[in-house]
């Protein structure tokens, strides 16, 4: 737990610290919006957060993005702005006990009229008790609260304490974004503006674009290439090829088997699949395996797609799901990966219907608002000689002894009789099946008694 005005926040700071020991992307930290590169949705001019800014209505407020888009540092400066004590909480290390010494002192600020914006970064790690434990002093305005995630704020965050908060969306930065930050860290005296540095505009472009958006990363990667540059004898540092190669050798994708990510992925590898495309579908299973995703994981969510958006349109789908299922739990990574691709073309590129997957959700609709009807008793089992004598099995006719193969019967609750479900689509082997119910639909109109 940290706490400083916000006069300690600025180029003071800065100016004590070790340029040799602090990393880049500390030392670049803008100070003011004018500083402040990308989410101009949210802080460009004539925008919601830079208005509030600048009428000095601050409120609580959740920023919600990926790492490295300068959720923390956005925070800083608005306490700076706002001419408010910063308040820097950590969800590891504070309990309710801290939580409650922390709301004393912003109280006290109150009254002598400060302002305290207690910044709760990774908020969704803060537990339920810590998160209640904020709701009064957001209330009262003894605090602004500023939360930073990586998490869906609807699943990760308390409901009550959501709905006294704005939400705002910070994106991944652009590429223009990212090589803005990596020339004017070469530029600047809190960068590397007092060294010789030598690096090509096609290096720079590989650094912003292997950084996906994150600015944190882009500083990292220049850090390591200038550090372990080559030194000619003019004192010039060169980057090297082979050492930004090495810098990005293991590329860090976003994904959270835990989280959200987890949920966008196998939803992009789902939608992917059931628009006919592999080569997207393949992109998302990849993505899923590099981030860490057991195989298996995505192996069951094939099985449930052969069926869900395949189903009678290719019956082959579904044993060759659970053909993968197999040879994934046999195999494991890193050799079942082209077993997964299999999988994920084959059903790309099937026919698709979900007539099964509606059939079963009308079926259960009626199960869930309707009564439980009996068991006609024509199709009720008879063993024995009492169930018998109630008529249990009474009426019953045997398909098999028919030339047609098909009888009259109704099998469904007399409340439900007529009721359909199952309305076969015209993809693929479906076809076959909706002329073939046509046809037995069709034999039990004409056969009705007037």
């Known amino acids: 737990m940290e706490q400083m005005s916000m006069f300690d926040t600025g180029s003071e700071q800065n100016a004590r610290e070790d340029t040799t020991l602090s990393p880049l992307a500390s030392r670049l930290r803008p100070e003011t919006l004018e500083e402040y590169c990308g989410q101009e949705h949210i802080i460009g001019k004539g925008h919601i957060l830079r208005d509030q800014l600048e009428r000095g209505q601050v409120s609580s407020m959740i920023f919600w993005g990926p790492p490295g888009v300068g959720k923390t540092t956005l925070a800083r400066i608005i306490a700076r702005k706002a001419h408010a004590a910063f308040v820097e909480f950590s969800a590891v290390t504070s309990g309710i006990r801290e939580v409650k010494e922390v709301m004393a002192r912003a109280e006290e600020n109150r009254l002598m009229g400060q302002k305290t914006i207690l910044f709760a970064d990774e908020i969704h790690r803060f537990n339920k008790a810590q998160q209640d434990a904020f709701l009064p002093y957001v209330e009262r305005g003894s605090i602004i609260l500023i939360g930073a995630t990586t998490e869906n704020p609807s699943f990760e965050i308390n409901s009550a304490l959501l709905s006294r908060c704005r939400v705002f969306i910070l994106k991944p930065l652009s590429e223009e974004d990212l090589l803005h930050l990596l020339r004017h860290a070469l530029t600047s005296p809190k960068g590397f503006g007092n060294m010789a540095v030598s690096v090509t505009d096609s290096q720079l472009q590989q650094m912003a674009r292997f950084s996906a958006g994150d600015a944190r990363g882009a500083l990292n990667t ?34 959270d088997r835990n989280g959200e990510e987890h949920y966008n992925m196998i939803s992009a590898l789902h939608k992917s699949m059931r628009n006919s495309d592999p080569d997207a579908a393949v992109y998302w299973c990849m993505r899923m395996l590099d981030g860490g995703e057991d195989p298996l994981y995505i192996a069951r969510r094939l099985v449930r797609f052969a069926s869900e958006d395949i189903g009678m349109a290719d019956s082959h789908a579904l044993p ?131």
């Open 222 to 255: 220049l850090e390591i290439c200038v550090l372990n540059g080559k030194l000619d004898g003019q004192g010039i540092i060169h980057v090297e090829d082979t050492t930004l190669a090495d810098a990005m050798n293991r590329r860090s994708l976003l994904y």
């Open 320 to 450: 060759l799901a659970i053909s993968v299922f197999e040879a994934c739990h046999k195999l494991g990574v890193p050799e079942c990966d082209v077993h997964l691709t299999h999988a994920v073309v084959y059903l790309s590129m099937a026919p698709k219907s979900n007539a099964l997957y509606v059939a079963c959700e009308r079926a259960k609709q009626d199960i869930r608002t309707r009564p439980a009807d009996p068991v006609p008793l024509q199709i009720r089992n008879a063993p024995t000689q009492l169930m018998k004598n109630a008529d249990y099995g009474k009426g019953y006719e045997y398909a098999h002894d028919t030339e047609e193969k098909l009888t009259r019967m109704v099998c469904l609750p007399d409340a439900l009789a007529g009721t359909r479900y199952y309305e076969p689509g015209v993809m693929g082997e479906e076809k076959a099946v909706r002329e073939r119910l046509d046809d037995i639909l069709a034999w039990k109109a004409r056969t009705e008694t007037p």
